[in-house]
């Protein structure tokens, strides 16, 4: 399933299931992690409240793993939300382009 779904991840995993050793995940929260992993296997999307409340860690986290489509649903719900406005239009705009966001 990660082959299909979240390629980085997979690559990231690749081997470990033959040699019985954990794989260590940094630079994300376990929250954001969570909903990746419920989302890659169960299809699952955050919840509108979850989205608002970690939109760009679950952004940084999708885009990390390659799980491009939960990406471009939380950029969506965040547009459709209106959560940017003329206060933070800039770090937007930059956390957009460093994370290659379309909407």
Do not use: W
Not at 1 to 30: K, M, Q, W, Y
Not at 67 to 85: A, F
């Amino acid at each position: 399933i990660p082959e299909i779904h979240a390629p980085a991840l997979a690559r990231l995993c690749d081997g470990t299931d033959r040699l019985n050793r954990p794989v260590h995940i940094f630079g994300t929260s376990p929250d954001a992690f969570h909903h990746v992993l419920r989302y890659i296997y169960g299809g699952e999307a955050p919840e509108t409240y979850d989205i608002l409340r970690m939109g760009e860690d679950l952004i940084v986290t999708a885009y990390r793993f390659g799980v491009n489509s939960l990406k471009m649903q939380v950029e969506r719900t965040l547009v459709e939300c209106c959560v940017v406005d003329v206060s933070n239009c800039i770090d937007f705009i930059l956390f957009s382009d460093k994370h290659k966001c379309l909407l």
